[in-house]
């Protein structure tokens, strides 16, 4: 059996990334047939939308996509086609492991920690207006019934994957309705768990606790504005944005994808890491239940980066994209 998978290459490094990215999957393997589709600027300029209606359609029906990082054309009236994606195909998860990985020296060892993300909801539901010529209004939608979903779908996750603690953050100490409605609903949901830990604290006092010591941290549930900053943050305790993967998770569709933008300072140099895309491209595996194929492929990455012969220059080495992804083949 062999999954089909809708796959985006995206903009800037994307093509760069996810081309190493099916070329390691493919090497191993991996059963996946891969069905392209556009998405970004290139999908503004065959289909005039950076999110078009075929590629949602397409990944509506394999219910399975792998994403590069998109540019969403500014000023010209479209919203994020990330943003878009994630609410069209109600992906209400966003969800992001950051773990220490070996030969990455980093100021903290042991971070394993699982952002999760309410993707649908705040200040990224877009509703935004001018009320008068010096002020405008951005809505922050909250709703108690997406604070439950997300929170129940954190806790079976946790029973499921052995996760023992989990902190609701946010600001309802200033913003007491929407951030309360979040911080209640979690509340709910936690009563039907009373094996798994539980407990709140203030986003602003989450990020000076992750700067000064992120290892106690197991699983963090956020809000979308919130989510977005502290997951980059999280991001740079085990090595920056090239080696975080992630997911954005439905109840019948998961896109994976990596945290990373599109890099337009080193596009076409052909020397991004495309460590987070590939991945990502496990949690995929992972996630339809080929753990073993997603395990060898990980062990090969570990040795390439233990050995630290062919990093690429985000992570201090001087080897390309090619050379980085060449290795990993070769120890699969
Ligand atoms: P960025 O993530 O593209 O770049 C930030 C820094 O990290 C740059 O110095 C870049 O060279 C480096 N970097 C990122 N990924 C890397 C990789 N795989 N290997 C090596 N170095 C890497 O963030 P930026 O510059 O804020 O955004 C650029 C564009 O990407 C914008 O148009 C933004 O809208 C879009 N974007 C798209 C995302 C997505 O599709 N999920 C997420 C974030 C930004």
Known sequence: MKYPVTLIEGDGIG???????TKILDAAGAPIVWEKALGGLAAVEALGHPMPEQTLNSIRQN????????????????????VHLRQELDLFVGYRPVQTLPGITTPYKDVNIIVLRENTED???GIEHAI??????????????????????????????????????HKSAVVPMADGAFADAFETVAGDYPYIDSGQLEVDSLAF??????????????????????????????GGLGVVPGANIGDKIAVFEAVHGTAPDIAGKGIANPLAVLSSGLLLLEYVGEQTIAERIRRAV?????????????????????KFTAAIIDKL
Not at 15 to 21: F, K
Not at 232 to 237: E, I, K, M, P, R
Not at 303 to 315: A, F, N, P, R
């Open 15 to 21: 093509p760069e990334v996810t081309g190493a990215t």
């Open 63 to 82: 219910r399975l996509g792998l994403k590069g990082p998109l540019a969403t054309p500014k000023g010209k009236g479209y919203r994020s086609a990330n």
């Open 123 to 125: 200040l990224y539901a």
């Open 132 to 169: 008068t010529e010096d002020t405008v209004l951005t809505l922050k939608v909250s709703t108690h019934r997406s604070g439950e979903r997300i929170a129940r779908w954190a806790f079976e996750h946790m029973r499921n994957h052995g996760r023992r603690s989990i902190l609701c953050c």
């Open 209 to 238: 606790e992750l700067a000064r010591d992120p290892t106690p941290f197991d699983v963090l549930l956020l809000q979308n504005l919130y989510g977005d900053i502290l997951s980059d943050l999280a991001a740079g305790l085990v």
């Open 302 to 322: 570990f040795d390439v980066l233990e050995e630290g012969k062919h990093l690429t220059g985000d992570l201090g080495g001087d080897a390309d994209t090619a």
